[in-house]
Structures are given as C-alpha cells and as structure tokens.
C-alpha cells in the first residue's frame, strides 16, 4: 500500500519560514519524480516544486527563490523549504509522487498539511 504522508504545516507570520516534510512508503523512492503543490480556498490545485530522482528541480515562478525542494532517497523522504512566506501562499500542500513507464503511469498523492500565513 502507497502511503505519502506529510508534516510541518502550521501557522507563520509574513516573511517566516517552514520546512515541510513528506514520508513515503510502499514505493521505489528512487524510481519517482516527487513533487509539491498546494490548493487554496476557491482555486484550482496548482504545481509548486518537482524534483525527480536526479536532482533536477522545477518551480513554480510564484515561489523561485523562497522555496527549495530537496529529497533524501535513503530516508525515503522529500521535502520543502519555505522561506519570505506570503499570506498568498496560504494553501494545503500536497506531496505527490509520479512515475511514467511505457505501460502505465503511478500517481500517488498525500493528505495534504495546511500552511497558513497570517499576522
């Protein structure tokens, strides 16, 4: 059974920091691309960072150079460094993993954690 789970949601003031973390298990960790993406009140859910099993990163323009996305392919785990955070990035965010094989494609998704920002 695939279970990502993840932590480190909570509440911040503008312009702190959080680091969030999703714990995967019941997959190839390695075999993965992982992923983070956040949905606020009203909006659709929308792509923050990838990284697949090389290291490469994407980001979404909103966040380059206040967020980092890493992954620990021994510890199993990826995640999600939030710095400058804005009330704007107030949002559940999701872990999700995605591999594509030329048979199927896997595509596995947390419970989400809610980040808020707010004074």
């Known amino acids: 059974q695939v279970q990502l789970v993840e932590s480190g949601g909570g509440l911040v003031q503008p312009g702190g920091s959080l680091r969030l973390s999703c714990a995967a298990s019941g997959i190839i960790f390695s075999y993965y691309v992982m992923g983070w993406y956040r949905q606020a009140p009203g909006k659709e859910r929308e792509l923050v960072a990838t990284?697949?099993?090389?290291?490469?990163?994407n980001y979404a323009d909103s966040v380059k150079g206040r967020f980092t996305i890493s992954r620990d392919n021994a510890k199993n785990t990826v995640y999600l460094g939030m710095n400058i955070l804005k009330p704007e990035d107030t949002a559940v965010y999701y872990c999700?993993?995605?591999?594509?094989?030329?048979?199927?494609?896997?595509?596995?998704w947390g419970q989400g954690t809610q980040v808020t920002v707010s004074s």
């Open positions: 999700n993993a995605w591999r594509s094989t030329i048979v199927i494609n896997y595509n596995y």
């Open positions: 990284i697949n099993s090389n290291g490469v990163r």
